[in-house]
């Protein structure tokens, strides 16, 4: 049995629900985050005393472009915009003549401080192309304005450190991971390790499926700089991905001794927990973090977040209702004006029926008023599976796997909708080999690539992949795929019992839908056992596949169901209202 | 002080002995002129205090600070000399036609050539071995000074005075520097963003986390002689070019509380880092290509935005950030290695000399 739109194992955070980052080459300023606008208060009435040396070092060396840009240094250091972007213009109009890589350089990082970046960009365009720093410098503001192919032109054989770096990103950006390994490699012996290019090449070590690489690297990062969120994080999203929890909390510890009681690692800490099936322990992890000091001066999202996750385990362990905890956390998404996406990810869990479809669109609209479209992915696949558009969910979860090749939750759906929905297991299953070597520690992901393969009468290779799932006994699909494979495999008495035990033991988790599934997975999948079988085995299926009208609401049901149809399996509504529960009838 | 106040001091003979005679220029609360000692015919600068911050407690606090710091550090060869200072008073016609009398404090330097800045705008004309020697002779300068426990806090060309009899440089502008040793002059906050030029200053001080800590300040001067040794490279300001707006990154941690600052700019450090990259690849272009590997290392070290690092260590123990001897013994091996490379030059451009005869009796 395959899962959608299951997040019972991850919560709203800056691990888990949020891709796993790559450090960008930087471009501006490191301003301090203030989370509001600020401005300039207005400045002494007096010219300071190094101000009034530059304009006179500039008046008497009017020539020189190393004055002028000192000046235009000056000028804007005492706030002085105007007279810093003309000081620094006139540096490049003196530049075109004689060639100083150092006021230049200087001139144009006063202009983009500015706001005359495009007068900077005027002038790389035009400038000589045979200086290396100018050509990487060159290649940072093309990134700014969004043309990597010049960029791209502009860093190529470049060998200073920054070149190296920038080229290693847009090789990143292109998908080029090798590329991009051999540059920061590079970039390596130039400059010796720096956190950043060790970052970049554990991600692009991920991102080709290396993860003990990825977390050496990443380590080293850490080594380097421990106290970097993105670092930690990182380097728990590779742990989680080969399932190693210990390691993953171990990797937040250095952010915990400087940062003892921060919600955003709160939230993090709260996800492996779930993600090793400690529901009880991640919901202290988020009391106690709610009670903390710093909770008080936590940014409102981060607040809003933890609310939301704590009312989204209180759903899990039975304390809400699913109507109780969905106001929750769509309550707190209003409070923070639609801005937090991890905790837009946790609707598809809360949304889960085609009659929710309304909200969710009315929802999407907000969202996207604040939100990049490809950004809202995640929600767009929920979207057209309540709208029962079929092309349009594969499609979409096919775009969202690939634009988010580390999320296994993208790439679990996208499997199972290729599967199901569009009857193409053969992709489904070249998806699922190539995420499953980035996160090879996801039930989740093992469980529907197993599925598929299953399906597609790979049972062997089925049984391996589900073998790799650390925690077998603890989730009813999991379960029940075994026993598809086991179905499918020839052992029909055993693959019986094995979805029989997943409807017990999804009973006894209180997931009634789930047991139901299982029971309706059962049934379609005796429809493949050859006839022959089961009449030894003394097992009559119903000549039509029938789904009772009380499930008529529920997604996985109408996913199923396609997946029959594409099986030759004829399917019909069942007539009576809340009919029982299908189930393999002995004769 | 303006250009009126300049036209006031112009002819003006103080204490019977020292004739003003041309502006060389302003600081922020005062200005600085050429005087000719009328005893012993000597030419030497005059800093005068404007007689608009005259009334400001800040400047007369600097400016009586500078002249103290200036008799404790003198008969340092690196740090210029005070040869005088005194008050004088005055006199200017009120529009009733009352006269005002102001007292205006003064001290007499010693008068150098220029400054460095001066130097660098044409820095291609100065050699690399001129260049190495004037910043050994300041960072002398400012080892100097620390040994006094003194420390500047506003190191960089403009305060950098260059001689030509004898040739050398030395470190001036005394006015925002500090005697560790006497109590604080200002409130605590005062000393978080320091007192120098935000286009020079350590990351510390731009997110507001400096403090009164003599080392603290100390490895302030470090990040400076870093700043300076740049300067000499490129001629412009590494933290604003690499930092790109240090003033707006100061109003924006302005806005933010002590410990919110310092845990930003704990988070920052190595982003920093990666900030200050493309200016050491500037640099790193600009420097004569033996001098290179050592000159980057070094400009990494002394310019790393974790204070603590930019102090070697001996056997996992920081030599303490006073000590400025190891600095220096590192700028001689950059000089010695421009002067055998000159020397190298030299070699192999001379003319080759007409070998001489073999001595009797000796191997050949």
């Known amino acids: 049995m395959s899962l959608s739109c299951n997040t019972d194992n991850r919560l709203a955070g800056p691990v888990g629900t949020t891709p796993i980052q790559f450090v960008s080459p930087p471009t501006g300023p490191p301003v301090p985050d203030i989370g509001a606008t600020s401005f300039l208060e207005p400045g002494p009435a007096t010219v300071p005393g190094y101000l009034a040396i530059a304009r006179t070092h500039a008046d008497a060396a009017s020539e020189s472009p190393t004055a002028l840009a000192r000046l235009a240094q000056a000028e804007l250091s005492a706030g002085e915009v105007d007279a810093a972007v003309s000081a620094a213009t006139a540096v490049l109009d003196l530049a075109r003549g004689e060639v100083d890589p150092s006021a230049e350089f200087a001139a144009v990082q006063v202009l983009r401080a500015g706001g005359a970046a495009e007068k900077a ?56 991971y090798p590329r991009a390994i051999a ?15 060790l970052t970049n090449t554990g991600y692009s070590y991920a991102a080709l499926g290396h993860l003990q690489h990825a977390i050496s690297a990443t380590r080293q990062a850490q080594a380097l700089a421990p106290h970097t969120r993105m670092i930690a994080f990182n380097l728990v999203s590779f742990y989680l991905a080969v399932g190693d929890y210990a390691a993953a909390t171990r990797a937040l510890e250095p952010l915990q001794q400087v940062f003892p009681d921060d919600v955003e690692i709160a939230l993090a800490l709260a996800h492996i927990s779930l993600r090793a099936s400690d529901r009880k322990g991640a919901n202290k992890i988020l009391q106690r973090a709610r009670t903390s000091k710093s909770w008080a001066t936590a940014p409102l999202v981060r607040r809003a977040e933890l609310e939301a996750n704590l009312a ?7 304390r809400h209702s699913l109507d109780a905890a969905r106001k929750i956390v769509l309550d707190q998404l209003a409070i923070t004006d639609y801005e937090s996406l991890p905790m837009a990810s946790l609707l598809p869990a809360l949304l889960p029926k085609f009659s929710d479809r309304r909200l969710l669109e009315t929802l999407l609209g907000r969202l996207e008023a604040r939100h990049d479209e490809k950004a809202l992915l995640f929600l767009r696949v929920h979207d057209a599976i309540l709208r029962q558009d079929a092309e349009a969910a594969v499609s979409l979860a096919v775009e969202w796997a690939q634009s988010e090749p580390f999320n296994p939750v993208a790439a679990g759906l996208a499997i199972q909708l290729l599967g199901d929905l569009a009857g193409d297991r053969e992709k489904a299953i070249e998806l699922g080999r190539d995420a499953v070597t980035r996160a090879p520690g996801d039930s989740l992901l093992l469980n529907n690539l197993a599925y598929v393969l299953a399906l597609s009468g790979k049972t062997r290779e089925a049984r391996v992949v589900l073998g790799k799932v650390t925690t077998p006994d603890v989730s009813p699909a999991v379960i029940a795929t075994r026993g598809l494979i086991d179905l499918l495999g020839g052992d029909v008495s055993g693959g019986i019992a094995e979805y029989e035990r997943a409807g017990e033991l999804a009973v006894q988790q209180g997931k009634e839908r789930v047991a139901q599934l299982a029971a309706l997975n059962l049934d379609v999948a005796l429809r493949r056992v050859d006839p022959g079988i089961l009449n030894r085995l003394e097992i009559e299926v119903a000549p039509q596949f029938e789904i009772p009208s009380s499930s008529e609401d529920d997604p996985g049901i109408w996913l199923l169901a396609t997946r029959a149809e594409h099986d030759g399996v004829a399917v019909s509504l069942s007539e009576t209202a809340g009919a029982d529960l299908p189930s393999p009838r002995r004769q | 002080m303006d250009a009126a106040e300049q036209e006031i001091y112009i002819g003006v003979t103080l204490a019977g002995c020292y004739l003003i005679e041309a502006h060389l220029g302003s600081g922020n609360f005062s200005g600085v002129f050429r005087a000719t000692d009328q005893h012993t015919e000597r030419e030497v600068a005059v800093k005068i205090l404007s ?11 600097e400016f009586d600070g500078e002249k103290a710091l200036l008799e404790l550090l003198s008969g340092c060869s690196h740090v210029v000399n005070r040869v005088d200072d005194g008050t004088h008073q005055l006199e200017l016609a009120a529009p009733g036609g009352a006269i005002v009398k102001f007292d205006v404090p003064y001290l007499v330097l010693e008068l150098a050539d220029g400054c460095l800045a001066e130097l660098l705008l044409n820095r291609a004309r100065l050699p690399w071995q001129a260049r190495l020697e004037l910043y050994r002779d300041l960072v002398k300068g400012v080892h100097q000074m620390h040994l006094s426990n003194v420390v500047h806090r506003d190191v960089k060309s403009d305060n950098s005075l260059v001689f030509s009899r004898p040739q050398g440089a030395k470190i001036a502008d005394l006015g925002r520097s500090k005697n560790t040793a006497d109590p604080s002059r200002f409130v605590a906050e005062a000393y978080e963003v320091g007192r120098g030029d935000l286009r020079f200053a350590p990351p510390e001080l731009l997110w507001k986390c400096g403090t009164e800590d003599p080392n603290d300040m100390a490895r302030v001067d470090l990040f400076l002689l870093g700043s300076l040794f740049f300067e000499i490279a490129t001629g412009v300001a590494i933290t604003q070019l690499a930092l790109i707006d240090p003033l707006a990154i100061l109003t924006a941690a302005s806005r933010l509380p002590r410990l919110a600052r310092e845990a930003d700019l704990r988070v920052r450090t190595h982003e920093l880092r990666e900030q200050f990259m493309p200016a050491y690849d500037l640099f790193e272009r600009e420097m004569p290509s033996h001098l290179r590997d050592p000159a980057v290392r070094l400009l990494r070290q ?3 935005p974790d204070p603590t690092a930019r102090v070697p260590a001996f056997r996992q123990r920081s030599l303490p950030p006073w000590d400025l001897q190891w600095l220096i013994q590192k700028v001689d091996v950059l000089l010695k290695m421009e002067a055998y490379n000159t020397g190298a030059r030299r070699r192999i451009t001379r003319p080759t000399r007409r070998a001489r005869p073999a001595r009797k009796g000796t191997r050949t």
């Open chain 2, 302 to 304: 002394l310019t790393d």
């Open chain 2, 51 to 61: 007689f608009r911050s005259s009334h400001s407690a800040d400047a007369r606090i």
């Open chain 1, 121 to 176: 960009r005027e002038h790389i365009r035009d400038a000589p192309k045979t200086d290396e720093v100018g050509r990487s410098f060159r290649a940072r503001l093309a990134i700014e304005c969004g043309d990597l192919d010049k960029a791209r032109l502009l860093v190529e054989d470049v060998t200073t450190f920054d070149g190296l770096f920038i080229g290693g990103w847009l090789a990143i950006r292109a998908a080029e």
């Open chain 1, 183 to 197: 540059l920061f490699r590079q970039a390596t012996r130039v400059a010796g390790p720096t956190p950043d290019v």
């Open chain 1, 312 to 318: 989204l385990l209180r759903w899990f362990t039975g």
